[in-house]
T-cell receptor, first 110, second 116 residues
Framework: QKEVEQDPGPLSVPEGAIVSLNCTYS??????FMWYRQYSRKGPELLMY????GNKEDGRFTAQVDKSSKYISLFIRDSQPSDSATYLC??????????FGTGTSLTVIP | GAVVSQHPSWVICKSGTSVKIECRSL??????MFWYRQFPKQSLMLMAT?????????EQGVEKDKFLINHASLTLSTLTVTSAHPEDSSFYIC????????????FGSGTRLTVV
């Protein structure tokens, strides 16, 4: 079983739609949860981060962590064509190593 | 914010030659840098952890003699792909962490390596 599972998509939505991206994980020691956005042929950039369970909102983005279910989500409201990218979830415990999902490819159609 | 510069952004080389990729932290010191490899439609796979002034720690299955890592200063780590073969063609990405920045592993922009 992989440490982190993420549906690779691709996901295609119309502009203005609400997008839901999800990851599940198996290691209960994970404490730090991140979402990265990666445009084609570029390195990932940190989008959102949360510690332990709970919600965090930043503009049109909301990150949720449910540690009891080992499930994290990223919601994008009022999606824009510029949101078209691959979204990677990442998590870590107390060590340095990150564990990444495979990434979900999102296309927002104008 | 923290910036990591990676160079070159793309390179094409012939089989059997060596290629060096540089990763620089521009506005912070990074005692630890990480090297990842990413195949199309796949996640980032950690290759090695680079520690300033000491030997790199390689992940299982990564050939240390093929992927030479040097972290000679607090702002520079290099990855050299030696005797490159077409199967080494991939997207290589480095990342570095600013001290006390729990979440912030800043990534470089990546290097697209094509071996012909």
């Amino acid at each position: 079983q992989k440490e982190v599972e993420q549906d690779p998509g691709p996901l295609s939505v119309p502009e203005g739609a609400i997008v839901s991206l999800n990851c599940t994980y198996s290691n209960s020691a994970f404490q730090y949860f991140m979402w990265y956005r990666q445009y084609s042929r570029k390195g990932p950039e940190l989008l959102m981060y949360t510690y332990s369970s709970g919600n965090k909102e930043d503009g049109r983005f909301t990150a949720q962590v449910d540690k009891s279910s080992k499930y994290i989500s990223l919601f994008i409201r009022d999606s824009q064509p510029s949101d078209s990218a691959t979204y990677l979830c990442a998590m870590r415990g107390t060590g340095n190593q990150f564990y990444f999902g495979t990434g979900t490819s999102l296309t927002v159609i104008p | 914010g923290a910036v990591v510069s990676q160079h070159p952004s793309w390179v094409i080389c012939k089989s059997g030659t060596s290629v060096k990729i540089e990763c620089r932290s521009l506005d912070f010191q990074a005692t630890t840098m990480f090297w990842y490899r990413q195949f199309p439609k796949q996640s980032l796979m950690l290759m090695a952890t680079s520690n300033e002034g000491s030997k790199a720690t390689y992940e299982q299955g990564v050939e240390k003699d093929k992927f030479l890592i040097n972290h000679a200063s607090l702002t520079l780590s290099t990855l050299t792909v030696t005797s490159a073969h077409p199967e080494d063609s991939s997207f290589y990405i480095c990342s570095a962490r600013e001290v006390d920045r729990l979440y912030g592993y800043t990534f470089g922009s990546g290097t697209r390596l094509t071996v012909v």
